[in-house]
């Protein structure tokens, strides 16, 4: 599957993906001018969000704990601890929360975002992985800004990155050789228009 895919977005509105046996349609959504996406969504999906879960704690690297970015990952990582008998995961919060002690924070641009966001671990959370080995999770790794971002969270905490793991992996990222995933999903780029 190449990394773009050229596409009339006149025309071309879903895209089909099967992962983890199960067969879903994107809806493809601008991003730029030259830019769409096939956007992949597991927020209400128990079936998907069970279904990748289990295939990709087949996959898992030795690890101490999970972490992953708020949102999307928040309920493929809860499915993946709960299938392992985890007793904790750890999430970096896009603002920081009252119940948070001197968090931790990093700057992050995702190629779903329009602009900057930081993320933000709490001191007790950082406390926790320090010294253990940490699995980054997502549901879609892309431009891989978001699993840095978690990353640099990980290290200034002095834990140690175990792997990274995502359901897809978009764009240049399906050919990181860092990353384990369960599918590609392709960006897509808008064909030329013919001029007249």
Excluded at 152 to 167: D, F, H, N, P, S
Aim: negative net charge.
């Amino acid at each position: 599957m190449p990394a773009f895919m050229t596409i009339n977005p006149e025309e071309y509105k879903e895209y089909p993906l099967e992962v983890a046996g199960l067969k879903r349609m994107l809806p493809i959504c601008k991003i730029s001018e030259n830019l769409y996406i096939a956007a992949f969504i597991i927020f209400g999906d128990v079936e998907l969000t069970k279904a990748c879960a289990t295939e990709l704690v087949k996959r898992m690297p030795e690890h101490d704990v999970m972490i992953t970015a708020e949102a999307k990952g928040i309920p493929l990582i809860y499915e993946m601890a709960r299938q392992i008998n985890a007793e904790r995961y750890l999430i970096a919060r896009k603002s920081p929360k009252l119940y948070m002690k001197n968090p931790y924070s990093v700057e992050v641009q995702s190629i779903t975002t329009a602009r900057k966001q930081v993320l933000f671990l709490d001191k007790d959370d950082a406390d926790y992985m320090r010294g253990k080995r940490v699995l980054i999770v997502d549901d879609v790794i892309s431009t891989g800004e978001s699993a840095y971002a978690v990353e640099k969270l990980v290290t200034e905490a002095g834990g140690t990155v175990a792997g990274r793991m995502a359901i897809l992996a978009e764009g240049d990222a399906a050919d990181r050789e860092d990353i384990i995933f369960l599918q590609k999903l392709p960006l897509f780029c808008p064909e030329k228009k013919k001029e007249q």
